[in-house]
């Protein structure tokens, strides 16, 4: 697998792998899948600041990851939301771990101390959500901080939503400065 930095050229591939994500899932409590141009905007917006990652094997895009602020003010800069997704053939086959991975690498080297992850988990598992999601973060090291009951609706059904923490380093007294993702040397890698 080969990781690297996403382009607003990528939004079509890129939309394609979320679009069954908005259409047949509560993994994203977004109705509505967006358009190219709104796409596209979301990737430059984030991309100014924050990684913005894609895994590729034989030249085709399998799934990307970012991150993005929890929010936006500036005493959380040394901390950041995550978000991933894999074309849904690519699921469990250890991609989403090695893109997380790579993705835990970029937030480190920005001063980036702990990630969180908003993840839709079910009240009773169905055909929209399982707690796959939930598990995935579990393995890669996180541990539930949060939850929020019946707060996402879709296809009928409510859902809970849950946040999610991994503490990538130790803090130190005197906070280094968070550094931009495009001053950061991330070069493209297989994993």
């Known amino acids: 697998?080969?990781?690297?930095?996403?382009?607003?050229?990528?939004?079509?591939?890129?939309?394609?792998?979320?679009r069954p994500y908005v259409e047949h899932t509560a993994i994203t409590f977004e109705?509505?899948?967006?358009?190219i141009e709104e796409f596209r905007s979301r990737i430059t917006t984030f991309e100014t600041?924050?990684?913005?990652?894609?895994?590729?094997?034989?030249?085709?895009?399998i799934g990307y990851a970012y991150l993005h602020p929890m929010v936006d003010r500036r005493a959380y800069d040394y901390v950041a939301?995550?978000?991933?997704?894999?074309?849904?053939?690519?699921l469990k086959s250890?991609?989403?771990?090695k893109l997380y991975e790579a993705l835990e690498d970029a937030a480190r080297a920005?001063?980036?101390?702990?990630?969180?992850?908003?993840?839709?988990?079910?009240?009773?598992a169905d055909e929209h959500l399982t707690?796959?999601?939930v598990s995935f973060h579990t393995h890669m090291g996180?541990?539930?901080?949060?939850?929020?009951?019946?707060?996402?609706?879709?296809?009928?059904?409510?859902?809970?939503?849950?946040?999610?923490?991994?503490?990538?380093?130790?803090?130190?007294?005197?906070?280094?400065?968070?550094?931009?993702f495009p001053e950061v040397d991330f070069q493209p890698y297989e994993k």
């Open 110 to 124: 920005m001063n980036i101390f702990t990630v969180y992850a908003c993840i839709g988990a079910p009240v009773v």
């Open 142 to 180: 996180y541990r539930l901080v949060g939850s929020f009951e019946k707060c996402g609706y879709k296809f009928g059904t409510w859902y809970n939503m849950v946040w999610m923490e991994k503490h990538l380093m130790e803090r130190p007294a005197n906070m280094p400065p968070f550094i931009p």
């Open 1 to 18: 697998m080969y990781i690297r930095k996403a382009t607003p050229e990528d939004a079509e591939e890129l939309l394609e792998i979320y």
């Open 49 to 61: 600041r924050y990684p913005y990652l894609v895994a590729m094997e034989a030249g085709t895009i």
């Open 81 to 90: 939301e995550t978000t991933i997704y894999l074309k849904e053939d690519r």
């Open 94 to 97: 250890g991609n989403g771990r």
């Open 131 to 133: 707690d796959n999601s």
């Open 31 to 35: 109705y509505e899948v967006p358009d």
